[in-house]
Nanobody, 121 residues
């Protein structure tokens, strides 16, 4: 059974940082491109960043470029999202997904349950 489990969310002040983790189990992590999405209250889920299974190619949404950094540890079957200079508009539930680096949801095969990030002004 495939499982993606996000962690690391929480409450942070404007300008602060958080690091999210996405631990994968039940699948061979190698070969799976990974993505992070987020959904703010009352809004559609949106793409944040994607990373290829080699880690060699990353793709960021314009809104997080320069503030967020994605990485992956193949040995730990884990993908990370380092979020710096957080803004109130970054408040959302953050999801990791496996299978693509596309900004569209359809190509992704597996999804985590999400972790809440709240940025207070």
């Amino acid at each position: 059974q495939v499982s993606l489990v996000e962690s690391g969310g929480g409450l942070v002040q404007v300008g602060g940082s958080l690091r999210l983790s996405c631990a994968a189990s039940g699948l061979s992590f190698s070969g799976y491109d990974m993505g992070w999405f987020r959904q703010a209250p009352g809004k559609e889920r949106e793409f944040v960043v994607g990373i290829t299974w080699t880690g060699g190619i990353t793709r960021y949404a314009h809104s997080v470029q320069g503030r967020f950094t994605v990485s992956r540890d193949k040995a730990k079957n884990t993908v990370y999202l380092q979020m710096n200079s957080l803004k109130p508009e970054d408040t959302a539930v953050y999801y990791c997904a496996a299978g693509s680096v596309s900004p569209n949801e359809a190509p992704y095969k597996f999804w985590g349950q999400g972790t809440q990030v709240t940025v207070s002004a």
